[in-house]
């Protein structure tokens, strides 16, 4: 991982199935669960939970090899905001930009990078953003 590195993943569509089978195991919450008890909300219908929303961001970003090239392990995830729900039906993609990359203080031959990511509705509104701090090994230069 650089500092400057780039990519925009491929899109996914989010189906209402999918959105209440998460709900089910990780944030029942009524308005994840039933189109029908989120009418009743400031929703108006389904949503998405934001940690379904930050799970499809990673997901898309291990799928396409960005976060995994060369990944140990996830250290930190920083000023993550919950910008817009997850709509049933939404077409969405992630966006990753490499902030900064520098050595580990503990272990050099490693690194340590800071990525901007993002989760966007195709021609709608951002619904997640992070940063991700992140532990690689294998630096060649930074």
């Given at each position: 991982?650089r500092?400057?590195?780039?990519?925009?993943?491929?899109?996914?569509?989010?189906?209402?199935?999918?959105?209440?089978?998460?709900?089910?195991?990780?944030?029942?919450?009524?308005?994840?669960?039933?189109?029908?008890?989120?009418?009743?909300?400031?929703?108006?219908?389904?949503?998405?939970?934001?940690?379904?929303?930050?799970?499809?961001?990673?997901?898309?970003?291990?799928?396409?090899?960005?976060?995994?090239?060369?990944?140990?392990?996830?250290?930190?995830?920083?000023?993550?905001?919950?910008?817009?729900?997850?709509?049933?039906?939404?077409?969405?993609?992630?966006?990753?930009?490499?902030?900064?990359?520098?050595?580990?203080?503990?272990?050099p031959?490693?690194?340590?990078?800071?990525?901007?990511?993002?989760?966007?509705?195709e021609?709608?509104?951002?619904?997640?953003?992070?940063?991700l701090v992140?532990?690689?090994?294998?630096?060649?230069?930074?």
């Amino acid at each position: 991982m650089r500092a400057g590195d780039h990519l925009k993943t491929e899109a996914l569509v989010i189906s209402s199935d999918e959105i209440i089978a998460f709900a089910k195991l990780w944030d029942p919450q009524p308005f994840h669960l039933s189109d029908e008890a989120a009418k009743q909300t400031p929703f108006g219908g389904l949503v998405g939970s934001g940690l379904q929303s930050l799970c499809i961001m990673v997901k898309l970003g291990v799928e396409a090899g960005f976060l995994t090239k060369d990944a140990i392990a996830g250290l930190a995830i920083e000023n993550l905001r919950f910008r817009s729900p997850l709509k049933p039906l939404a077409r969405v993609y992630a966006e990753f930009s490499a902030k900064s990359a520098r050595p580990s203080s503990k272990n050099p031959s490693r690194i340590i990078a800071t990525i901007a990511a993002g989760l966007y509705e195709e021609n709608g509104p951002t619904i997640v953003t992070a940063d991700l701090v992140n532990l690689y090994s294998n630096p060649t230069k930074i």
